[in-house]
């Protein structure tokens, strides 16, 4: 995307670099939480790992199929926003005194994604006029 005209044994080499250091710094990350915060076990960081993913691709993946004016800006906005919305309704709402409690109940994929979703009909919608 950044480069097109690499070739592809460099674009190989490059890719394993990329990998190796993603590792390295997901090992690290790793390390760390179990410093920091030994009671949050591997599931808990998949389940909100996944939370983060499903946030950003299945509003992106649900209006494209179903929208016909879904554009690149939208899907541009609503994988920002789900990606963002994750650790937002899990590490700062939730901590917010009197409506915390109700969304330590509620998992942070649903408004997440409803937020996600809204965020690309926007910018779908509007977005491209505001630029046209």
């Known amino acids: 995307m950044f480069r097109p005209d690499l070739k592809d044994e ?4 490059l890719s ?15 390390m760390v939480i179990a410093v920091i915060a030994p009671n949050h076990t591997v599931f808990w960081l998949i ?8 946030a950003s691709f299945c509003p992106v993946i649900i209006l494209s199929l179903f929208w016909k004016g879904f554009n690149e800006r939208g899907a ?3 994988m920002v926003t789900g990606f963002l919305c994750v650790p937002l309704f899990k590490f700062g709402i939730q901590e ?7 969304f330590a109940q509620l998992d942070v994929l649903g408004p997440s994604f409803l937020i996600s979703m809204v965020a690309g009909v926007l910018v779908a919608k509007y977005g491209a006029k505001a630029t046209s």
């Open 10 to 13: 460099d674009l190989g080499g």
């Open 16 to 30: 394993k670099k990329v990998t190796l250091v993603m590792a390295i710094v997901a090992l690290a990350l790793a």
């Open 47 to 54: 389940i909100f790992g996944w939370s983060g993913i499903a």
């Open 76 to 78: 541009i906005a609503a």
């Open 96 to 102: 917010m005194e009197g409506i915390g409690p109700y």
